[in-house]
């Protein structure tokens, strides 16, 4: 079974438009999806803060394949998820972030993110909560900063 993503095109498109919606922050910062899309690019990105200088994905996705609870469950929840959306989508990247360190059935490596993302008004804050999570995550499993 694939994942299926919810479709945010129009909601980034009125955001960047500022067309007002009822899910678009009313605050009318017409830069918040540009700076969503620069930030997103940090789950890719190199990052000379992770071992090795890997991305936040590729950080994460090795610390979980030593946290499995099942060989090859890793390698299962990456096919099922396909490819990253680009950052241009930073909707979908972060609910695919989200889907990635919240899979089903749960791995227990980090903070549920998924409701907030659902209830999130922009991208920007999409990215900031799928961010936070990864982060987070990447930390508890590396342990630097476990969360119990």
Same mark, same amino acid.
């Given at each position: 079974?694939?994942?299926?993503?919810?479709?945010?095109?129009?909601?980034?498109?009125?955001?960047?438009?500022?067309?007002?919606?009822?899910?678009?922050?009313?605050?009318?910062?017409?830069?918040?999806?540009?700076?969503?899309?620069?930030?997103?690019?940090?789950?890719?990105?190199?990052? *000379?803060?992770?071992?090795?200088?890997?991305?936040? %994905?590729?950080?994460?996705?090795?610390? #979980?394949?030593?946290? @499995?609870? +099942?060989?090859?469950?890793?390698?299962?929840?990456?096919?099922?998820?396909?490819?990253?959306?680009?950052?241009?989508?930073?909707?979908?990247?972060?609910?695919?972030?989200?889907?990635?360190?919240?899979? *089903?059935?749960?791995?227990?490596?980090?903070?549920? %993110?998924?409701?907030?993302?659902?209830? #999130?008004?922009?991208? @920007?804050? +999409?990215?900031?909560?799928?961010?936070?999570?990864?982060?987070?995550?990447?930390?508890?499993?590396?342990?630097?900063?476990?969360?119990?």
């Amino acid at each position: 079974a694939r994942v299926k993503f919810l479709d945010f095109t129009q909601e980034e498109q009125d955001e960047e438009t500022n067309v007002p919606t009822a899910s678009v922050n009313s605050n009318n910062d017409r830069f918040s999806l540009a700076r969503a899309m620069a930030k997103s690019r940090e789950f890719t990105s190199p990052n *000379l803060n992770m071992k090795d200088n890997l991305s936040l %994905i590729d950080r994460w996705v090795q610390l #979980a394949r030593e946290n @499995e609870r +099942r060989p090859g469950q890793i390698d299962k929840l990456l096919k099922d998820l396909g490819d990253i959306p680009p950052s241009e989508e930073p909707s979908d990247r972060s609910f695919w972030v989200g889907a990635l360190i919240n899979p *089903l059935p749960g791995m227990g490596v980090a903070m549920e %993110i998924r409701p907030a993302l659902l209830v #999130a008004q922009t991208a @920007e804050e +999409r990215v900031e909560i799928a961010l936070n999570g990864i982060l987070t995550s990447i930390k508890h499993m590396d342990g630097s900063d476990p969360m119990w």
